[in-house]
């Protein structure tokens, strides 16, 4: 008699979910599931979790597919359920490829091919169904956003859109898609929502393509290059009742917003000035280094620290000014510091490729300052500091894998609900952050026009030799 034994957190059961445990039930004679409590599903990051623990396992139940159910409250409980019950065959989706091999020491472990198309056709019709979602791009971030997703519960990536075909099936056969296309019309018609991860100056057009179908939007920073195009997609998301979301994941992670709710709270006493620094080092010659790829340190990162600095000090700064150092060669900024003045506070964000500093946000008040160290744009942790170290404050906080199950999460659940906007970032604080962008390239154009105009007029009055002249 061959024992097999496979878990889940099966949250709104629906036939995907049947088909696996069924093909499970066939490797034996006795399958045993074991169900995610609600609490391991917190420590594990599991996000959007509609149902309670004996709603799921009566959905199991019900499927009478299970012999016996189990339920799994800890890491490490597999071994111990596995060795207990003389387990042969540990069974999974193939979607967890590799990630359970250690298994192989304790009982042979079997992959379960994903049905593709079935994962959403139950509960297409009840309130609370699994949102269809499409990508369009199948760049690093994308790639990212897949294992993701498979941490919030309600949503499932269908497909991928990407004008290169032989792309776009790659990733969809990666990735066990249903489809693969080269037609963005195809993908709008196929799915409730889309995620949006192409260069950035398709985000526009994509973004507005979509909402005009009614499907909800999350698209990856930054939203648009101009503020008054942000403006315009936001109104089509509430003319549609649509979900519009920037997708810059430090503002939906927990430790982040916690940190803005203890500088707000006055903990520090009032906030005098915001510094918040993001670079990274890039090799070879990436799309983010490239100037007709819309790249450049403003465009790529400066999303981010402009996000922190309207979060704690606001939208409304009474001037701006910019510091950029910009490579003429590839047509983009390498280097940028954008100084905000505030009637009471002062902020900076500073932004570089190929060039790198400490990634720390320092949030100065008048009782104190909060530390949180690179990098702050995955906090986990941060401290209040006061002028007596030893009242110094520690905050930890969870930050799971990527951070985008964060964003995916929310995103998710303001589909489900009435409500089609987050405080986590809102839509003033996404069109600040669109107009900082468009004023820095603006700044970096003209800036690189006046060098241009310099460098012209230094050459037409330089005198000519007699012996270039002879030369030529």
């Not at 420590?43 to 959905?59: A, C, D, F, I, T």
């Not at 009478?64 to 540990?90: C, M, P, T």
């Amino acid at each position: 008699m061959s024992k097999v034994i496979t878990y889940g957190t099966f949250d709104l059961f629906h036939e995907g979910h049947r088909r696996l445990l069924e093909r499970a039930r066939a490797l034996g004679d006795t399958l045993i599931v074991g169900i995610t409590s609600d609490g391991y599903d917190v420590s594990r990051g599991k996000l959007n979790v509609h149902q309670n623990l004996m709603e799921r396992v009566n959905s199991v139940r019900r499927s009478g597919l299970a012999d016996e159910l189990i339920i799994e409250e800890y890491d490490g409980q597999k071994i111990v359920d596995i060795q207990e019950r003389g387990i042969d065959i540990f069974a999974i989706g193939s979607d967890w490829l590799g990630r359970f091999d250690y298994l192989a020491d304790y009982c042979e472990v079997v992959y379960l091919e994903r049905t593709s198309g079935i994962s959403s056709t139950m509960l297409r019709a009840e309130e609370r169904g699994i949102i269809k979602l499409g990508i369009s791009g199948a760049g690093r971030i994308a790639k990212r956003f897949i294992p993701e997703s498979k941490f919030v519960s309600g949503i499932n990536v269908e497909g991928i859109y990407t004008p290169n075909g032989a792309s776009a099936n790659s990733f969809a056969s990666e990735y066990e898609l249903d489809f693969a296309t080269r037609d963005y019309g195809e993908l709008l018609d196929r799915v409730d929502a889309v995620y949006i991860a192409s260069p950035h100056q398709f985000h526009f057009e994509q973004a507005r393509r979509a909402l005009e179908m009614r499907l909800h939007v999350l698209c990856e920073k930054p939203l648009v290059l101009k503020r008054d195009q942000a403006a315009e997609l936001y109104a089509l998301a509430k003319q549609q009742e649509c979900v519009l979301i920037e997708g810059i994941k430090t503002a939906f992670a927990p430790g982040f917003t916690s940190m803005v709710a203890v500088a707000r709270s006055g903990t520090i006493g009032a906030i005098r000035s915001v510094d918040a620094t993001f670079t990274k080092l890039v090799e070879g010659h990436p799309r983010e280094l490239q100037g007709h790829s819309s790249g450049g340190s403003t465009k790529e990162l400066a999303s981010y620290p402009l996000m922190a600095i309207a979060k704690l000090l606001g939208i409304k700064p009474t001037a701006v000014s910019f510091d950029i150092f910009y490579d003429e060669g590839r047509s983009v900024d390498l280097f940028s510091r954008i100084s905000l003045r505030y009637q009471n506070a002062i902020a900076t964000a500073t932004v570089g490729l190929g060039v790198k500093s400490e990634g720390d946000l320092v949030v100065s008040g008048t009782k104190g300052y909060i530390y949180v160290p690179a990098p702050w744009w995955k906090t986990d942790y941060f401290e209040v500091r006061r002028e007596d170290p030893r009242l110094t404050q520690r905050y930890s906080h969870r930050f799971d894998g990527d951070g985008l199950r964060y964003e995916i999460a929310e995103f998710a659940s303001l589909i489900g609900s009435t409500k089609k906007s987050t405080y986590k970032l809102s839509t003033s604080e996404s069109l600040f952050i669109a107009g900082i962008i468009e004023q820095a390239v603006s700044h970096a154009s003209g800036q690189l026009r006046e060098a241009s105009s310099m460098q012209s007029e230094l050459h037409s009055n330089l005198p000519v030799s007699t012996e270039a002249r002879d030369v030529r």
